[in-house]
């Protein structure tokens, strides 16, 4: 196994499409395993997406687990990740391996239903909500080339829906 | 060496402020750094992280003739800046309620009172003219944790007839 090279923006391959993966052999799990160390030797995060290393590959992972008190599934691997459904708004602060030193706020859909392959090419359905649906779809646009800078909300944004809500007494 | 400054620009508004303000600091050889920029009650104002090779009496003069031309009053401060030393917000409340005097003080009395740092403040009026509403909005670190604050929200709410929420940030670093 590996550490891998993060890259940081302004690199441009950070802002590149990647492409699905289609053949589910021993090198795509050493990549995956590569790419969990890369995750785990960097500052805390509960996300990475194969691109940030430089490999333009439909492949995430997700570990929302350092979390507590939020519904998870653990570790995952997900490889040509597809969103089937979602619904709901919610901003969350967001922030990047490959931007540091800066967060900001996104809107984000509360609950997704998604379709991936797993390490070995099997399908795997998950529903995912809040924080660990918000670090899936973070983590979903690296592979489109985007990343959280492109979806910022103005301070100001979030009152103006939260305004609507009904204060928690 | 370089020192930074706060420049601070404060006018009536109309379109192109920013872009001819920018484009003199640039031409005299200034960087700038964090900004915050908002159109207040028709009146547009700046304050802007400015780094310049220059002195304090020398980035003025450079500034008077956009000043003047932009209809803009000035105000330069010599300031230890810092980058790359964010801080990060671990709470956000919003306050509302009828406008009347006072209100700023009384929430953000009990909330500093309660151990609330705050990093970014923003009000509003809004409702109908007869009939306003006073807004605030604000992130900030809770120093003595979210549960202070919660309780101090519920005390204004009760004794101040306001509407208060609070929402804990959780950031994701992804």
């Known amino acids: 196994m590996a550490v891998l090279d993060v890259l940081l923006y302004p690199d441009p391959r950070l ?3 990647s492409k699905p993966v289609d053949i589910f052999d021993a090198a795509l799990r050493d990549f995956v395993a590569d790419l969990q160390e890369t995750m785990l030797s960097g500052p805390p995060s509960v996300g990475i997406a194969a691109p940030q290393t430089g490999r333009l590959e439909r492949i995430v992972l997700v570990d929302v687990s350092g979390k507590l008190k939020t519904p998870h599934h653990g570790f995952m691997t997900l490889i040509n990740p597809e969103i089937i ?7 969350g602060r ?3 391996l490959s931007v540091p030193d800066y967060t900001g706020n996104v809107y984000r859909a509360e609950r997704i239903a998604l379709t991936a392959k797993d390490e070995f090419g099997l399908t795997r359905n998950y529903n995912f909500t809040g924080f660990e649906a918000r670090a899936v779809q973070h983590e979903m646009d690296h592979l489109d080339g985007l990343l959280f800078l492109d979806r910022l909300v103005s301070r100001r944004d979030r009152f103006r829906r939260k305004v609507y809500k009904a204060p928690a007494h | 060496m370089d020192q930074w400054y706060m420049l ?3 006018g009536k508004d109309r379109t192109g402020i920013v872009a001819n303000v920018t ?3 640039f031409e005299g050889k200034c960087n700038l750094g964090e900004a915050s920029m908002a159109r207040l009650g028709g009146n547009f104002t700046i304050m802007l992280m400015v780094r310049s090779p220059g002195s304090l009496e020398e980035l003025e003069s450079m500034m008077t003739p956009v000043a ?4 803009l009053r000035v105000h330069v401060d010599a300031i230890e800046g810092e980058l790359h030393h964010h801080e990060e917000p671990d709470v956000r409340i919003s306050v509302y ?14 909330l500093a009172e309660a151990g609330l740092n705050i990093l970014s403040l923003e009000t509003d009026v809004g409702g109908a003219p007869a009939d306003p509403i006073y807004i605030i909005y604000l992130d900030g670190i809770a120093t003595l944790g979210i549960e202070k604050l919660d309780q101090a929200l519920k005390t204004l709410r009760k004794e101040k007839n306001l509407d208060a929420s609070l929402t804990s940030i959780e950031p994701l670093t992804a």
Not at chain 2, 68 to 71: L, T
């Open chain 2, 97 to 110: 309620g009828a406008d009347r005097a006072g209100i700023v003080a009384d929430v953000t009395g009990a």
């Open chain 2, 8 to 10: 601070t620009f404060v």
């Open chain 2, 23 to 25: 484009r003199a600091l």
């Open chain 1, 15 to 17: 802002k590149q499409a």
């Open chain 1, 94 to 96: 967001e922030g990047c």
């Open chain 2, 68 to 71: 003047e031309k932009e209809g």
């Open chain 1, 85 to 91: 459904s979602s619904d709901g708004s919610v901003l």
